[in-house]
């Protein structure tokens, strides 16, 4: 039975996630066989800063991942992210040569479309057809075989800076490593959160991670805006060590333990109030109840001092944060003419997204639905995978199954209309077109 490996690396400010997967060719299943997260050193909202520190970051996740699925990787596909990740939307228009539309059609139509002035720092990551029209019929996603004289698309152009983009190679080509394809941070959360439902009505997600936040939305089943803000739980964290006086690990253990904090807390404070008084007085009673109810003791997490904090205080530094970080999405979504706020509202999604009641300040903010997004659709070694920090990872597992279906389904379809190698030409022509 044949098998082949995919193999994705996630690289983030936080962290970097490998995970291996084994696919059966006969059935196109697949199965995770290694995954380790290690710590990322020399990665700075998204950006690599420290070659040398960033290479070994990835070479010990990756090196993990091989010893627990017992192989050794030589293929691999890789996000990107940064605050100047970018898109814009363009259309490409070009004469049907014969009585049918054909694959050459289609490759000038997106070549016509690609051939925009983009500045030269620039490099063009993903370029994605969203529709395509036939003599003024639009809404068609395969065009091939139809009659018509006149072809039109509608594409996606995401972008990246080349400096970036570079740089991230050299880490990967350092370790001997061939780069498939790189994949921008949202959109391959999107692959493994969204439903076919919400990208129809229209949804805009959010890959809330340490150091940048992804924006990805949609409509009518298609991407219509990506787009990434310079801010995450790094800033989050730092806010909570200046607030509550700590040190950044300590404060970082406070906002991943939040609910266990506050849970904790709220038991505790229900076992003094069973404490009986020797002395009443009704205005003493009350203030001493308000402020045991506000009392949060981090000796509950491992934090060592007897430090006794303000719960209402956490509350109010993360509150103010996310709301900063959200008003920057909106403002940066609004500026490029779109708008957040979709039918299906925002799926939030990334290690972020596990904060105690973000979804709250999401819909008070953007004053639509909110939802955490978790991955789905991957089986076998994935118990360690399967909250939102690692949508991204899984995303790109799931970004390439779909290019293998893709490629199964249009290779049947163009053994039947009879266009010989035109489709080979499109795979040729769309790996020219990576980086």
Request: proline share 3%; with cysteine.
């Amino acid at each position: 039975m044949a098998k082949r490996i995919i193999t994705a690396i996630d690289v983030g400010t936080s962290k970097v996630t490998t995970v291996i997967a084994s696919v059966d060719d006969s059935e196109g299943r697949s199965s995770v066989i290694g995954v380790y997260t290690h710590d990322s050193i020399g990665i700075k909202k998204g950006v690599v800063v420290n070659i040398d520190d960033a290479t070994n970051s990835i070479s010990e996740s990756i090196n993990a991942a091989e010893r627990m699925a017992g192989i050794t990787v030589s293929d691999v596909f890789l996000t990107i992210n940064g605050e100047q990740m970018n898109s814009i939307n363009n259309k490409g228009v070009v004469a049907v040569s014969g009585a049918e539309i054909t694959m050459e059609d289609t490759l000038r139509a997106i070549e016509n479309a690609r051939t925009l002035a983009l500045p030269e720092n620039l490099n063009p990551i993903h370029i994605i057809p969203r529709e395509f029209i036939v003599d003024k019929q639009g809404g068609i996603k395969y065009p091939l075989g139809m009659t018509g004289t006149r072809l039109e698309v509608e594409t996606h152009i995401i972008t990246a800076p080349t400096s970036s983009w570079l740089n991230l190679r050299k880490c990967v080509e350092h370790l001997g490593l061939n780069i498939v394809d790189v994949v921008f941070t949202g959109w391959a959360s999107s692959l493994s959160v969204l439903t076919d439902t919400e990208r129809e009505l229209g949804v805009t997600l959010l890959d809330i991670g340490a150091g940048t936040t992804s924006i990805s939305i949609f409509e009518e089943g298609s991407v219509i805006f990506s787009g990434c803000v310079p801010l995450g739980g790094v800033n989050i964290t730092s806010d909570l060590a200046i607030g509550l006086q700590l040190s950044l690990e300590d404060a970082e253990k406070v906002k991943l333990n939040l609910d266990k904090l506050f849970a904790k807390e709220d038991a505790q404070v229900e076992q003094r109030r069973k404490k009986p008084r020797l002395i009443y007085n009704s205005q003493d009673e009350k203030k001493s109840k308000k402020k045991v109810d506000d009392e949060v003791d981090l000796s509950v997490i491992g934090i060592s001092g007897n430090k006794v904090v303000s719960k209402n205080l956490i509350k109010q530094i993360i509150e103010a944060r996310l709301e900063e970080l959200f008003e920057m999405v909106k403002d940066t979504v609004s500026k490029a003419g779109y708008d957040i706020a979709m039918p299906s509202g925002v799926v939030i999604t990334g290690g972020t997204a596990l904060l105690k009641d973000i979804t709250k300040v999401s819909q008070s903010v953007f004053g639509v639905a909110s939802r955490v997004g978790y991955p789905s659709g991957l089986s076998g070694m994935v118990d360690e995978i399967t909250d939102p920090s690692n949508a991204a990872v899984q995303g790109l597992i799931k970004h390439a199954l779909d290019e293998d279906a893709e490629v199964s389904t249009r290779e049947k379809s163009t053994s039947k209309a009879n266009i010989g190698g035109f489709f080979q030409k499109f795979l040729d022509w769309v790996k020219s077109l990576k980086p």
